[in-house]
């Protein structure tokens, strides 16, 4: 497939055209900007992009994905649709490419789309994939790792790489074998790949507690896997709710152009970097919910079902993950979470 730069032709030619009509209205369609905006106002395409992550909102189709576009020289990110029930979204990888091999960031959710994966990647380039970084340890980042080169040294969490052994250990007969993390990340790794420095970081317990990021400092990427869903309700089925907030503002913190997603669309680095904004406010909504009933008093399995949570009740997952997410902030509360 066609490798696309995070540009117009990133976007659905709905949106193209909705873009080029808003610019044209400013006066600038050359630039995409106003000469009398602030330089850190959103771009007109910014503002005209459907902010969810519905891909049929956006006014995709099926046949618009596997996605990969290029971030930055010789990185790209890698986005494939995966269903919730009768909801679809993207998990989104990121690979980087070097002459000494290429690091892939997340695997995809079975060995068949990781494979097409791969098969992505070898059209970008001959180099082999060296290295493997599970930065989420969920299977729909991970059950596909076995097609992964067996050469290729397994980054993780210490969580995380106990995570994937239970897994193992408890699979069933005739389920291929997940290469397990042969490197452990407690804190910060740096990594020099041919000329490229990439940064393994630990931020801090987030979606799964064992959430590691992909830091490229001279590129300014951050890849933080599923401690950001972008327009997707937070998801806490095995979350650290208050320590997540934390992790995300350390994220924040960090001198990054470009914050790429676990799950939701690879936008502009500008709508990118609001999004995550959004998101940790999104998980403050959540989290807030969920202690305004807890100190009410109310039973949380009768706060699973009377929870509300504004404009959050229109975004993705929120059906299925709502519940879930007050049960996780009541466990919080009440100490039992590990």
């Known amino acids: 497939m066609a490798i696309r730069p995070l540009s117009f032709r990133a976007f659905p030619l709905a949106y193209v055209l909705m873009s080029t009509t808003f610019l044209t209205a400013c006066g600038d369609a050359d630039t995409g900007a106003d000469s009398d905006t602030d330089a850190g106002a959103p771009t007109p395409l910014a503002e005209a992009l459907a902010r969810t992550a519905d891909p049929f909102a956006r006014g995709y189709t099926v046949e618009d994905f596997p996605r990969v576009q290029q971030i930055a020289d010789g990185v790209y990110t890698y986005e494939q649709l995966r269903s919730a029930g009768e909801e679809l979204f993207t998990t989104v990888s990121m690979f980087v490419v070097t002459d000494e091999g290429v690091l892939v960031a997340d695997g995809q959710g079975s060995v068949e789309e990781t494979r097409r994966m791969i098969d992505e990647i070898g059209a970008v380039t001959d180099q082999p994939i060296t ?103 937070p998801a806490m089925r095995s979350a650290y709710p208050s320590e997540w907030v934390a992790m995300i503002e350390q994220a924040q913190a960090l001198d990054v152009d470009t914050y790429v997603p676990g799950h939701g669309f690879v936008d502009s680095p500008e709508v990118l970097e609001e999004e995550l904004e959004v998101y940790r406010q999104a998980m403050v909504t959540v989290i807030e919910e969920a202690k305004r009933l807890h100190a009410a008093g109310i039973p949380v399995t009768e706060a699973m079902e009377i929870a509300q949570f504004g404009d959050l009740e229109g975004w993705s997952l929120r059906s299925s993950q709502g519940a879930r997410a007050v049960q996780q902030v009541y466990a919080e509360l009440n100490g039992e979470l590990p």
């Open 131 to 233: 290295h493997v970084v599970v930065s989420s340890d969920h299977g729909d980042h991970t059950a596909g790792n076995s097609a992964f080169p067996a050469s290729a040294t397994v980054w993780a969490h210490p969580t995380s790489a106990e995570n994937l052994r239970r897994s193992a250990d408890n699979a069933s007969a005739g389920t291929p074998a997940m290469p397990l993390p042969t490197r452990l990340v407690t804190d910060r790794e740096v990594l020099n790949l041919g000329g490229r420095t990439i940064e393994l970081r630990f931020l801090g317990r987030a979606h799964t507690g064992g959430d590691l990021t992909v830091y490229l400092p001279e590129e300014k990427v951050l890849f933080m896997s599923e401690a950001y869903l972008h327009r997707v309700f």
